[in-house]
């Protein structure tokens, strides 16, 4: 279990951070584990979701301990996201949440099987 928190975690730091090739080593590890691919989705969009918010809260002049504040997470979570979407236009985030929320649905409809979707999707990030 310790093993399976760390790597979710150390995908998300991988995805804030844009480095393609530790994404897909640890996504490739995860789905070894057998871990849900829908659990991964779910991770990847609140991820996505907090650095929408994060990127908006920092636009309008807050701290990095206000939007801990507001976001009700402790400060040691804000701060990797603070430092990947501070130098990120807003909307190519949004673009990527855009690109999960359909990946989503296509899982959902049974159109893409949730494995090669969440592959193809760490590709563009």
Same mark, same amino acid.
């Given at each position: 279990a310790? /093993?399976?928190? /760390?790597?979710?975690? @150390?995908?998300?730091? *991988?995805?804030? $951070?844009?480095h393609q090739k530790a994404i897909n080593t640890t996504l490739d590890k995860l789905l070894e584990? *057998?871990?849900d691919p829908n659990y991964i989705l779910a991770m990847i969009a609140?991820?996505?979701?907090?650095?929408v918010q994060t990127k908006y809260l920092l636009?309008?002049?807050n701290t990095e301990k206000q939007i801990a504040s507001i976001l009700k997470l402790p400060p040691f979570a804000i701060y990797p996201i603070v430092k990947s979407v501070k130098n990120i236009n807003k909307d190519?985030?949004?673009? $990527?949440? @855009? @690109?999960?929320?359909?990946l989503d649905y296509e899982i959902k409809t049974g159109r893409i099987d949730p494995i090669l979707g969440l592959s193809l999707f760490t590709l563009v990030l």
């Open positions: 310790d /093993t399976l928190e /760390t790597d979710i975690w @150390k995908l998300m730091d *991988n995805i804030n $951070q844009s584990y *057998n871990v609140r991820n996505l979701r907090l650095s636009d309008t002049g190519r985030i949004l673009l $990527q949440y @855009k @690109k999960l929320s359909n």
